[in-house]
């Protein structure tokens, strides 16, 4: 009878045990699951922040470009943002008199229509092209640092619009 108690209190332990074993597999697997998805949907995230900027800067340009119109404008940036960069259209196809980021200086010498750049930590990107983006120096590249959004000031003449640090 002895024998048959302790048996059956070994074969509890045993039982514990495994059941725990077991709760300790899910505990882990939910954990690195949870992370696979946190990163996914962080990577998802900028991407669509990517394309938002994109469009800011587009109805930014299009608010602000009323003869007479002058104001200071601030644009929330996307993942990883550092700066956002200006160049004056009337710029395009020619070389910069004193260095430049390499990226934009090949882009605007060798003629390529993009006069906006973000500098981001992987590197500097080509935003897009607006005919109407001047500068008060045609021959600078006017660079706004990130705090707290991109904050610059902008002279709507109809056909130009100024770009200006705050």
Known sequence: MVYLTSW?????????VFLFLVAVIVIIATIFLGGKLFGFVTS?????????????????LNDNALYG???VVTIDGPCE???LCFVDAVAIGNP???????????S?????????FLQKESGMLAVGYDE???????????CIPLERGFTFTTEGYGRTIIIGAP
């Open 108 to 116: 605007v010498s060798n003629g390529v229509r993009t006069n906006i």
């Open 132 to 142: 109407r983006i001047g500068l008060q120096n045609p021959q600078t590249v006017l």
């Open 69 to 71: 119109s002058r104001n």
């Open 96 to 106: 910069f008199p004193q260095p430049v980021d390499p990226t934009i200086d090949a």
């Open 44 to 60: 998802t995230s900028c991407g669509a922040s990517d394309t938002t900027f994109v469009r800011e800067i587009k109805h930014m």
């Open 8 to 16: 059956i209190n070994s074969k509890g332990q045993t039982q514990q």
């Open 81 to 83: 943002a550092r700066e």
